[in-house]
């Protein structure tokens, strides 16, 4: 198992509210990456880091922020969480290159009531 | 658009006989293919890449097949067990674009019965 720990596993809050999603690595992977899954949809992208402070959007990035101060974490921030945003989000790491593959966290299930 | 597709959201087969899990794609500049399998509460795992210099790619039980000029790969899995009950996404890059480029389908639920 690559060393990805995800928190919180589980969180309700409610629509409007701000809520940070965290993503600790110790693998030392320059990239990380936070994906949402949703039925019917799959995996998308919403925001990737490939280095400290070195942030880009992925696919479905609007209503999302990251930050990323440490190699080690990567943290993801809903700044007025809406219902639409209520979702499975898995953390990701890589080296980054087209063919490494990327090691995925167990997830959090957010809920926005 | 969606740019990898796996039309089948479910199969179902018995334990000890062959999975097939089928993937196509439409953009041509994919050149790096790969299989994710996840079981439920957990993140995607890696299973099994191909490159487009190949058309097969082995890996004890789980064989990926590319026809490039279809456009479409699959996974074989011979024997499957139960517990290869799992979703299984498929994955296509561009082999120098990055992991950020890495597009994905939507999944395919396996069920393999005893």
């Known amino acids: 198992d690559a060393g990805i720990t995800q928190s919180p596993r589980h969180k309700v809050t409610e629509t409007g509210t701000p809520v940070t999603l965290r993503c600790h690595q110790t693998e030392n992977h320059r990239y990380m990456y936070w994906y949402r899954q949703d039925p019917g949809h799959g995996l998308r992208l919403i925001h990737y880091s490939y280095g400290v402070k070195d942030t880009d959007k992925g696919e479905v990035s609007d209503g999302y922020s990251v930050s990323r101060s440490k190699t080690e974490d990567f943290l993801l921030t809903l700044e007025s969480a809406t219902s639409s945003q209520t979702s499975v989000y898995f953390c990701?790491?890589?080296?980054?290159?087209?063919?490494?593959?990327?090691?995925f966290g167990n997830g959090t299930r957010l809920t926005v009531t | 658009d969606q740019q990898v597709k796996q039309n089948s959201p479910s199969l179902s087969v018995q334990e000890g006989r062959i999975s097939i899990l089928n993937c196509d794609y439409t953009n041509s500049m994919f050149d790096y293919f790969l299989w994710y399998k996840k079981y439920p509460a957990e993140g995607p795992t890696f299973l099994i890449s191909i490159s487009s210099i190949k058309d097969k790619n082995e890996d004890g039980r789980f064989t990926v097949f590319l026809n490039k000029s279809a456009k479409h790969l699959s996974l074989h899995i011979v024997p499957s067990q139960p517990g290869d009950s799992a979703v299984y996404f498929c994955?296509?890059?561009?082999?120098?674009?990055?992991?950020?480029?890495?597009?994905f389908g939507k999944g395919t639920k396996l069920t393999v019965n005893p």
């Open positions: 994955a296509a890059a561009i082999d120098q674009g990055g992991s950020e480029k890495l597009v």
């Open positions: 990701a790491i890589s080296r980054g290159q087209g063919n490494s593959p990327l090691h």
